[in-house]
């Protein structure tokens, strides 16, 4: 079993940085892939962006090239660097973990950390 804990959100000006972390309780190394979604005031829940065990990593078309995600196994951490942050980028960061076993599939989540962004 997995526990994810997010930090590293807070109020940035536009056009700022921020380092986002997801701290695993449970090893990280059992997981297929990890995520970063993000949910904003009355829209739905989207994929920022993923990792997957081997090492690829997918973003969604909005943030390419702004948003980088990582991992660190020793820490069991999570990371989402943010740069050049848009004030509709405004929203509650989750942070997700998927696992695949023989009998189905495991999914966690995160509280989720708070990003907002003043224009």
């Known amino acids: 079993q997995v526990q994810l804990v997010e930090s590293g959100g807070g109020l940035v000006q536009a056009g700022g940085s921020l380092r986002l972390s997801c701290a695993a309780s449970?090893?990280?190394?059992?997981?297929?892939?990890m995520g970063w979604y993000r949910q904003s005031l009355g829209k739905q829940r989207e994929l920022v962006a993923a990792?997957?065990?081997?090492?690829?990593?997918t973003y969604a078309d909005s943030v390419k090239g702004r948003f980088t995600i990582s991992r660190d196994n020793a820490k069991n951490t999570l990371y989402l660097q943010i740069n050049s942050l848009k004030p509709e980028e405004t929203a509650g960061y989750y942070c997700?973990?998927?696992?695949?076993?023989?009998?189905?599939?495991?999914?966690?989540w995160g509280q989720g950390t708070q990003v907002t962004v003043s224009s």
């Open positions: 997700n973990a998927v696992g695949k076993r023989g009998w189905g599939t495991l999914n966690y």
């Open positions: 449970g090893s990280i190394f059992s997981m297929n892939a």
């Open positions: 990792i997957e065990s081997g090492g690829t990593s």
